[in-house]
């Protein structure tokens, strides 16, 4: 008889469970952090990031819309704008995130899950060509794993930048030591906060 402890559903049940605690609990403490702190923080991440190399040198970044209180990366993606970089932002088209230029506010409209989106007129960045991913999540690990909000868009993205540099985007207070990992989980090769960058 197996063991109960190594069982595949059982361990399938309790990694599940444990990613819903820690989604809960990352909502709950990111729902309660007051605006200017909010914005205060996301100044602080995106100072350490335009420091990085991989910022520098890279010539088309794709980052993302914050929603419900995420760090906010839009000082950082206006900045790489006017340094004459191309910028991208994800669009949800059926199960898939499709990469388009993003120029404007004024070029976006709001998608399926209140997230601001390109629109689906702008042109497209093909997944190969990206130097520089910002990729959001609820929480990140000190081994570059990250728990997102269950929805896998960024794990079927993910593999089809090839070149791309993976950077987490977080709160300090979202970086943990360990996450639950699945084998399909891709790592980020380095996550920054509001304090510090982490290098993986």
Same mark, same amino acid.
């Given at each position: 008889?197996?063991?109960?402890?190594?069982?595949?559903?059982? @361990?399938?049940?309790?990694?599940?469970? #444990?990613?819903?605690?820690?989604?809960?609990?990352?909502?709950?403490?990111?729902?309660?952090?007051?605006?200017? #702190?909010?914005?205060?923080?996301?100044?602080?991440?995106?100072?350490?990031?335009?420091?990085? &190399?991989?910022?520098?040198?890279?010539?088309?970044?794709?980052? /993302?819309?914050?929603?419900?209180?995420?760090?906010?990366? #839009?000082? +950082? +993606?206006?900045?790489?704008?006017?340094?004459?970089?191309?910028?991208?932002?994800?669009?949800?088209?059926?199960?898939?995130?499709?990469?388009?230029? /993003?120029? *404007? @506010?004024?070029?976006?409209?709001?998608?399926?899950?209140?997230?601001?989106?390109?629109?689906?007129?702008?042109?497209?960045?093909?997944?190969?060509?990206?130097?520089?991913?910002?990729?959001?999540?609820?929480? /990140?690990?000190?081994?570059?794993?990250?728990?997102?909000?269950?929805? &896998?868009?960024? %794990?079927?993205?993910?593999?089809?930048?090839?070149?791309?540099?993976?950077?987490?985007? $977080?709160? %300090?207070?979202?970086?943990?030591?360990?996450?639950? *990992?699945?084998?399909? %989980?891709?790592?980020?090769? $380095?996550?920054?906060?509001?304090?510090?960058? +982490?290098?993986?």
């Amino acid at each position: 008889m197996q063991d109960r402890e190594h069982d595949p559903k059982t @361990v399938a049940y309790l990694r599940a469970h #444990a990613k819903r605690e820690l989604r809960s609990r990352m909502r709950s403490v990111r729902a309660v952090l007051p605006a200017s #702190a909010r914005d205060e923080r996301s100044r602080a991440a995106a100072e350490r990031v335009v420091e990085l &190399a991989e910022f520098v040198g890279a010539q088309t970044i794709v980052g /993302f819309s914050a929603i419900q209180k995420e760090i906010d990366p #839009a000082a +950082l +993606l206006s900045g790489a704008r006017a340094s004459g970089k191309r910028v991208g932002l994800p669009r949800v088209e059926e199960d898939l995130l499709v990469l388009h230029e /993003f120029r *404007d @506010v004024s070029e976006l409209e709001e998608g399926s899950f209140g997230v601001l989106e390109p629109l689906a007129s702008a042109p497209v960045i093909p997944p190969s060509e990206v130097d520089l991913v910002i990729v959001p999540g609820l929480a /990140f690990d000190v081994r570059g794993h990250r728990l997102g909000y269950g929805r &896998a868009f960024y %794990d079927r993205l993910l593999p089809h930048m090839t070149k791309a540099f993976r950077l987490g985007l $977080a709160y %300090d207070f979202q970086v943990v030591m360990e996450l639950p *990992d699945d084998e399909h %989980d891709i790592p980020m090769h $380095a996550v920054a906060t509001d304090q510090r960058v +982490l290098r993986i």
